[in-house]
């Protein structure tokens, strides 16, 4: 209910030529530049989650809508459960699951696509501050994934997750594609293709 506390604000009308601000572009991320620049930090944004009971269809459309590309999977008690990703749900890996199972395509769950929590690895906060991007790159690389989980100081309470990495962002805020396995052999490749752009 609106207290008589809050008084409305005063306006002015608009005339002549009325510019409209801009972000300020964030100063560009490079290899070198601190990890936690291009982590998504779940302490501050909020986390793209659903449930292991939902449909993978149903997933699939929940990502688009966000422009993700990864649920965190959560149980009825908020716990993690896995993760799910768009390969998960657009590779090879539900046409599997149909031959095995014989099962339709509508009816496949979340819970049967995901990385399940005992497969997941998270690097620890406390490594993700002394990191620079390129160590993330070189991480997702050796672990042949799209995204890796970063966990809270274990000593502070119960394990949190609270970021995650994402090989797409990292290309969006390097501004350019990285090569993915045994493309380029090291990072001073990556770093002169990144000049040549």
Request: contains cysteine; glycine residues 4%.
């Amino acid at each position: 209910m609106m207290n008589e506390e809050y008084k409305s604000l005063a306006v002015q009308y608009l005339t002549g030529t009325v510019q409209v601000s801009q972000p300020i572009s964030p100063h560009p991320v490079t290899f070198k530049s601190p990890a936690i620049e291009v982590m998504t930090d779940l302490r501050t944004i909020q986390a793209a989650v659903i449930s292991p009971y939902i449909t993978m269809q149903t997933a699939n459309t929940y990502m688009i809508q966000r422009g993700v590309r990864t649920l965190l999977v959560i149980n009825d008690n908020n716990s993690l459960a896995g993760i799910i990703t768009a390969t998960d749900i657009l590779g090879e890996k539900p046409m599997l699951f149909i031959q095995e199972r014989g099962v339709k395509h509508s009816e496949i769950m979340v819970l049967d696509m995901m990385t399940p929590l005992n497969k997941l690895e998270a690097i620890p906060l406390e490594e993700v501050m002394h990191a620079r991007v390129g160590n993330i790159v070189a991480s997702l690389r050796e672990s042949d994934r799209l995204h890796a989980l970063v966990i809270d100081d274990p000593t502070i309470g119960p394990p949190r997750i609270c970021g995650i990495f994402s090989w797409t962002q990292i290309e969006k805020q390097l501004g350019t594609v990285i090569p993915q396995n045994n493309v380029a052999r090291s990072f001073a490749e990556i770093e002169s293709s990144l000049i040549a752009h």
